[in-house]
């Protein structure tokens, strides 16, 4: 599985996110769903809480400690989560809602762009090498994408009230700042 692509043309970067969510995330979610008696049959509130913390800190560490000039955007595949541990949790289906959620809501509130695919990471590289317009099409969606976001628009005072509501205690002002500060600098 691969984790990023660079498109330095482009000045676009993309990260893997069903990649960071196998090999960093989902361990620490179900090593702290079983540390508070989580691991149920269906993913309970304050399971989500964890969803959030995990998902949330780790992608704003991968931008912060990024030492890359592009802009990048994390590329997450909603079709193929089937090999990730946590489903033998809980249901595929519940587990899909939950990381959509999540997504969505960090795409809304936070300064990170997050891209939604039908097409895999690896199929997508595979499509860029061997010049398919469907790779090229999905690339010149990403770029329209990563061109109608205006990072200046987001503020913490919906963060303030998004992190009291799940406990995310990390997500201050200044780590807030931190990441704003970092996607504003990458024009």
């Known amino acids: 599985m691969i984790k990023k692509i660079e498109f330095s043309q482009y000045n676009l ?56 000039i592009e802009k990048t955007v994390i590329y997450f595949n909603n079709t193929q989560i089937d090999q990730f541990h946590i489903l033998k949790y809980f249901k595929e289906e519940d587990v899909l809602k939950v990381l959509t959620t999540v997504l969505q809501k960090i795409k809304k509130l936070l300064p990170i762009k997050i891209y939604a695919s039908n097409i895999s990471f690896d199929f997508l590289t595979h ?38 509501k799940n406990d995310l205690v990390f997500l201050n002002k200044e780590y807030f700042n931190q990441l704003k500060t970092k996607q504003l600098l990458i024009v």
């Open 13 to 68: 970067r993309l990260l893997n996110f069903n990649y960071i969510f196998s090999r960093k995330i989902e361990v620490n979610i179900i090593n702290d769903l079983h540390r508070f008696g989580l691991l149920k049959d269906r993913i309970s509130t304050n399971a989500k809480k964890f969803f959030y913390h995990h998902i949330i800190h780790t992608l704003c560490e991968e931008l912060l400690n990024a030492n890359t």
């Open 127 to 164: 499509l860029l090498s061997k010049h398919d317009g469907r790779g090229v099409e999905v690339i010149n969606s990403i770029r329209n994408y990563v061109d109608s976001v205006n990072i200046e628009n987001y503020t913490f005072a919906y963060v303030k009230a998004f992190t009291k």
